[in-house]
């Protein structure tokens, strides 16, 4: 059974900061990309940040320059840290993960149970 667990996330003031952290558990042979998205009350769920396995990293063009993700290998983490956060980005954040359980089968796709993010004064 593989598993994503978030932590982090909660309350912030508006140009404060948040870090959303994820690990994978379980069993399984390999993680490919890994990332986060979001989802605001009524909107569709939005990818946020991604990074591949050769640390290769795309954003959202509304979070450039102030979320940064990173992951850590051996430790099959991957976590976002937020700055100047934007009341605009309350949302539900979800990890995702794709991974491979058995060499010869595909990637799937993996999430986070979520976490709550709101940014509020």
């Known amino acids: 059974q593989v598993q994503l667990v978030e932590s982090g996330g909660g309350l912030a003031q508006p140009g404060g900061s948040l870090t959303l952290s994820c690990a994978a558990s379980?069993?399984?042979?390999?993680?490919?990309?890994m990332g986060w998205y979001r989802q605001a009350p009524g909107k569709q769920r939005e990818l946020v940040a991604s990074?591949?396995?050769?640390?290769?990293?795309n954003y959202a063009d509304s979070v450039k320059g102030r979320f940064a993700i990173s992951r850590d290998n051996a430790k099959n983490t991957v976590s976002l840290q937020m700055n100047s956060l934007k009341p605009e980005d309350t949302a539900v954040y979800y990890c995702?993960?794709?991974?491979?359980?058995?060499?010869?089968?595909?990637?799937?796709?993996?999430w986070g149970q979520g976490a709550q993010v709101t940014v509020s004064s």
């Open positions: 995702n993960a794709q991974i491979k359980r058995r060499p010869g089968m595909g990637y799937s796709d993996y």
């Open positions: 379980g069993s399984f042979f390999r993680i490919n990309a």
């Open positions: 990074i591949g396995n050769d640390d290769n990293t």
